[in-house]
């Protein structure tokens, strides 16, 4: 659509030149088929006026499932890496005992099946916070991530809690929402909620003007999964190579005074009150009978969410092809009378030469 300057004048240059048009046939008493062309040009150039203008009708746009994206926030420290799982571990492991890991690696799983046109980022926590997947449609370098998953290396932690990774998750989904504010963003946080930096990580969110609840208006669905029991477990050591870690006979991380295997308790409170200021439900994951099926936090209502409007738009859609197919017919009849009139001129000459 031009601009509405533009249009003002055209339409009067058009005018002008009909009146001018019509004082010449006026002048020379012209005969009716004149008027007739006459006409026909003044509605053609009303419908080029029409089409110029743009008419439109104003529609819903939903956003597509290609426009999901879903933020992993990963919670890779020691303690993930206890041994209070009640589902299976892994096969031909040395230690059949079962971790809190092995439950992210099997919800992270069912996240990713039940949004295959999604796109993902991945964001880990240990000691700190890093962006591990920038946001991508690459499936397989999500599955490839999940499949590689490990524990933090145990002497280079220096403590951590889910405030670590709060200024970089609210920084991913700000940009985001700048640059596409009309996408669905779904947020997963998957931890066992336990504070071991003596409130080091929630200073600096603070510092930085970071909370949960900021967080809420650019996140659509999602969940936050405990993982962990009330007994918590031990977790084995782990130093970066194959013969540690999880599913091994590594020793254990032990108490500060040496004495007992340290054990990890999850923090159902904190967990919970992260979710609630996300505006997410919170689901304990422990993997036994009494786990709620994946399909509780995986099966999201898209259309619920663009229903909201936080994810939907009005868009104008432009219809001219009524009005350029009857300027077409207009066309069509002016150049048969040119023609008429041509083969009427050429008659002429020719009778006037002959005689």
């Given amino acids: 659509m031009l601009p509405w300057p533009v249009l003002a004048l055209a339409a009067v240059l058009v005018v002008l030149l009909l009146w001018l048009a019509r004082a010449r046939l006026d002048g020379a008493r012209a005969e009716p088929a004149a008027y007739r062309s006459w006409w026909r040009r003044v509605a053609l150039a009303c419908l080029v006026v029409l089409i110029l203008v743009g008419p439109a009708l104003r529609s819903t746009e939903s956003v597509s499932v290609s426009n999901v994206e879903v933020y992993l926030l990963v919670d890779r420290t020691g303690s993930m890496a206890a041994e209070d799982w009640a589902g299976p571990a892994p096969d031909g492991v040395a230690s059949p005992a079962a971790t809190r890991l092995d439950g992210v690696r099997a919800d992270l799983a069912a996240v990713r099946e039940a949004h295959p046109s999604a796109r993902y980022s991945i964001l880990a926590l240990d000691s700190a916070a890093a962006v591990e997947l920038p946001l991508s449609n690459d499936v397989d370098a999500v599955d490839a991530w999940v499949g590689s998953l490990t524990q933090e290396v145990t002497d280079r932690s220096t403590g951590s809690s889910l405030d670590t990774a709060l200024p970089l998750l609210g920084q991913t989904l700000s940009r985001s929402y700048e640059e596409d504010p009309d996408a669905i963003r779904l947020v997963y946080v998957l931890s066992d909620g336990e504070d071991t930096d003596g409130g080091k990580g929630a200073q600096e969110a603070a510092e930085g003007g970071w909370t949960w609840q900021s967080l809420a208006g650019v996140v659509d669905g999602g969940a936050v999964?405990?993982?962990?029991?009330?007994?918590?477990?031990?977790?084995?050591?782990?130093?970066?190579?194959?013969?540690?870690?999880?599913?091994?006979?590594?020793?254990?991380?032990?108490?500060?005074?040496?004495?007992?295997?340290?054990?990890?308790?999850?923090?159902e409170e904190r967990l919970g009150s992260v979710a609630t200021s996300l505006g997410?439900?919170?689901?304990?994951?422990?993997?036994?009978?009494?786990?709620d099926p994946t399909q509780v936090f995986t099966d999201i209502d898209l259309e619920a969410v663009v229903s909201d409007g936080q994810a939907s738009g009005r868009a104008r859609r432009y219809v001219v092809w009524p009005?350029?197919?009857?300027?077409?017919?207009?066309?069509?009849?002016?150049?048969?009378?040119?023609?008429?009139?041509?083969?009427?001129?050429?008659?002429?000459?020719?009778?006037?030469?002959?005689?």
């Fill in 280 to 291: 997410l439900d919170y689901l304990h994951r422990t993997g036994g009978s009494q786990d």
């Fill in 323 to 355: 009005l350029a197919l009857a300027a077409s017919l207009l066309l069509v009849w002016e150049a048969g009378d040119l023609v008429r009139a041509d083969r009427r001129l050429r008659a002429l000459t020719a009778g006037r030469t002959g005689t």
């Fill in 225 to 267: 999964l405990g993982y962990g029991t009330a007994e918590g477990g031990p977790m084995r050591s782990y130093d970066g190579t194959a013969a540690t870690g999880e599913h091994t006979d590594a020793d254990y991380i032990m108490e500060d005074d040496g004495g007992q295997p340290a054990v990890s308790v999850i923090d």
